[in-house]
């Protein structure tokens, strides 16, 4: 096996036609934190999408630990130990807080189908053990407090960090963040790298997609650019940050945006 | 120290336990039959309120608890006892196969399809076609309940066995609750592409509360049929299926509490308002409307955050 835990290869993702994703190649290390970033509409919330399943790319392969996993169902990815967040925070917002970080633990819960109408002394150890572990990660991202406050009555920065618990809690060995830091203020950036690294010290793989270059940059490991679907360039962040290519796709943007 | 709820729950329990005492025959009868709806209210809210499929087809499932009781009775001679399994299993069998090729389907489409399924059983049904369903008439004369020599005939006797029937429902609704199935039906009824990215086959956990709620419908079925000792194809048509629909969405979807008073508005207050004969069905269908639009989440909506005590310990 390589040492690579997640491989894309000349992965192509098509919607009517258009190209969302072209010919895209990257490889993730274990334990590494791997950044992608790009202009808005560059494609990699789209990738994102594709490593967990929700979209199947027409053309290329996705491997995890060395096997083909493009077109597996998403609820299978997470079972593979792919896990994620999402852009636009997908919470069960009339649940309360511990309950949805238990939705993490579901992967882990041990419970048969006969425990959902009768329960069992193994059905007591599975469930106590899997509370107590929605109560380790609401400590972790000090969430006890909201335990039973239904997650959608809390501010952005907080719900934010619910989706990581809830994603923690399944244990996964790749982490998938999709803009974590998108409408948090500077302190909750602050605490939200350092939880990162902490993630990180657990010997989880995280691979972000982050608008705060400042976090991105001092975060990651390897960052991938992409522009239009394609790869425009790759490398370690003092190496990307003083691409030209990688200037003038930003820049460009910019002045686009100008003129708008 | 005892929550309003509880308290509530208690005096409820006491107050129909003692029931039977207080009424006569007739308003015994509705209060039995209140029970069995109950049960099936129930059954159909597993399905609508907790994993948010939008099944208007449960009223099939419930009949076919009852005609398995009455064909294996009258027709097969079997003692009623004895078709209690069945009745359970083939409402079970059903739900499996029928609703495996629909799981997938968004709301408004499978609403249309179970639907569909339930016309095409009243027209089994009435139609006679295994010569075993009675066609339009139904089938009579079934048996009572009988245990070594004891036969449970009186009215009061068929209002306890209900009792104890919705007491079961209701044991099996509450694990449903708190354990990771009934969870994970409600993580997919709330967002489900956020479900799925946790690891929950939607398919698997629809169809589980598919079958488990056919099943409690056709349990709730075969009392039915031993209350009135007949079946016929109305009391499972369509019409009826709505009612059960609305029984959740009116009491509370995923709300115990909500559903048995669901079940009393839709139920038992148009037999009180008997004497306004058809007119009493206007109030009743205003009174849908105004639900609807006032308290959309019902009138007793569920309250999640039960959650064990040892991770409360923080909350302020």
């Keep these: 096996m390589s040492e690579y835990i997640l491989e894309i290869k000349n992965v192509s993702k098509f919607f009517h036609g258009l190209v969302a994703i072209n010919n895209l190649s990257m490889k993730v290390k274990k334990g590494q934190i791997y950044g992608i970033i790009g202009p808005n509409g560059a494609g990699k919330t789209t990738l994102f999408n594709c490593i967990t399943g929700i979209y199947t790319p027409e053309e290329g392969q996705i491997l995890w630990k060395g096997k083909e996993i493009k077109g597996t169902t998403p609820y299978k990815i997470a079972e593979l130990g792919i896990l994620r967040t999402f852009q636009t925070i997908r919470l069960f917002a009339e649940m309360s807080v511990a309950e949805n970080i238990m939705s993490g633990?579901?992967?882990?819960?041990?419970?048969?189908?006969?425990?959902?109408?009768?329960?069992?002394?193994?059905?007591?150890?599975?469930?106590?053990?899997?509370?107590?572990?929605?109560?380790?990660?609401?400590?972790?991202?000090s969430l006890s407090e909201y335990?039973?406050?239904?997650?959608?009555?809390?501010?952005?920065?907080?719900?934010?960090?619910?989706?990581?618990?809830?994603?923690?809690?399944?244990?996964?060995?790749?982490?998938?963040?999709?803009?974590?830091?998108?409408?948090?203020?500077?302190?909750?950036?602050?605490?939200?790298?350092?939880?990162i690294r902490k993630i990180q010290a657990m010997g989880v793989t995280i691979m972000m997609i982050e608008h705060d270059m400042e976090m991105v940059m001092s975060l990651s490991e390897y960052i991938t650019v992409i522009?239009?679907?394609?790869?425009?360039s790759a490398g370690i962040p003092s190496f990307v940050q003083d691409d030209p290519v990688v200037i003038e796709a930003y820049i460009g943007s910019d002045e686009e945006d100008d003129h708008a | 120290m005892m929550n309003k709820?509880?308290?509530?729950?208690?005096?409820?329990?006491?107050?129909?336990?003692?029931?039977?005492?207080?009424?006569?025959?007739?308003?015994?009868?509705?209060?039995?039959?209140?029970?069995?709806?109950?049960?099936?209210?129930?059954?159909?809210d597993i399905i609508l309120g907790r994993a948010g499929v939008f099944h208007m087809g449960h009223a099939m499932f419930f009949g076919l608890g009852a005609y398995t009781t009455a064909i294996l009775n009258v027709q097969f001679g079997w003692p009623i006892l004895a078709t209690w399994a069945p009745s359970v299993l083939v409402p079970m069998f059903f739900a499996f196969i029928l609703a495996g090729p629909i799981i997938h389907l968004r709301g408004d489409y499978l609403l249309?399809?179970?639907?569909?399924?339930?016309?095409?059983?009243?027209?089994?049904?009435?139609n006679d076609i295994f010569g075993l369903t009675g066609g339009p008439n139904g089938i009579f004369g079934i048996d009572i309940v009988r245990v070594f020599g004891i036969e449970f005939a009186s009215g009061t006797y068929m209002y306890y066995m209900a009792f104890i029937l919705l007491g079961i429902a209701l044991f099996i609704m509450r694990n449903l609750d708190r354990s990771k199935f009934g969870r994970a039906m409600f993580y997919i009824n709330k967002d489900e592409i956020a479900a799925q990215s946790m690891g929950i086959s939607i398919r698997y956990y629809k169809l589980y509360a598919f079958v488990v709620g056919a099943g409690i419908a056709g349990a709730a079925g075969s009392m039915f049929s031993v209350q009135y000792s007949a079946v016929s194809p109305e009391a499972f048509n369509v019409t009826q299926s709505i009612m059960f629909f609305t029984i959740v969405l009116v009491g509370g979807s995923a709300s115990l509490p909500g559903v048995?008073?669901?079940?009393?508005?839709?139920?038992?207050?148009?037999?009180?308002?008997?004497?306004?004969?058809?007119?009493?069905?206007?109030?009743f269908g205003l009174a849908m409307i105004l639900t609807m639009i006032l308290r959309p989440r019902g009138i007793w909506p569920v309250r999640f955050g039960n959650i064990p005590s040892y991770l409360k310990k923080d909350v302020k």
Excluded at chain 1, 175 to 190: R, S
Excluded at chain 2, 261 to 271: A, H, R
């Design chain 2, 112 to 126: 249309v399809a179970t639907i569909g399924f339930n016309i095409i059983f009243i027209q089994i049904l009435e």
């Design chain 1, 227 to 232: 522009n239009f679907g394609a790869k425009i």
């Design chain 1, 147 to 195: 335990a039973t406050t239904p997650a959608g009555d809390l501010s952005y920065g907080i719900q934010r960090r619910i989706e990581m618990a809830r994603a923690l809690a399944a244990e996964p060995e790749l982490l998938i963040l999709d803009e974590p830091a998108a409408g948090l203020n500077e302190n909750e950036t602050i605490e939200l790298t350092k939880m």
């Design chain 1, 105 to 141: 633990r579901h992967i882990k819960s041990k419970q048969k189908w006969y425990n959902g109408i009768i329960h069992t002394p193994a059905y007591f150890k599975d469930e106590k053990e899997n509370w107590l572990k929605v109560g380790e990660l609401m400590e972790f991202f």
């Design chain 2, 5 to 44: 709820t509880s308290m509530i729950a208690i005096a409820l329990l006491i107050f129909m336990g003692f029931y039977p005492l207080f009424v006569d025959s007739a308003w015994l009868a509705v209060g039995t039959t209140f029970l069995v709806f109950s049960v099936v209210a129930f059954s159909q």
């Design chain 2, 260 to 283: 048995l008073i669901g079940t009393f508005i839709m139920f038992v207050l148009p037999e009180v308002f008997r004497e306004f004969a058809t007119a009493r069905y206007l109030v």
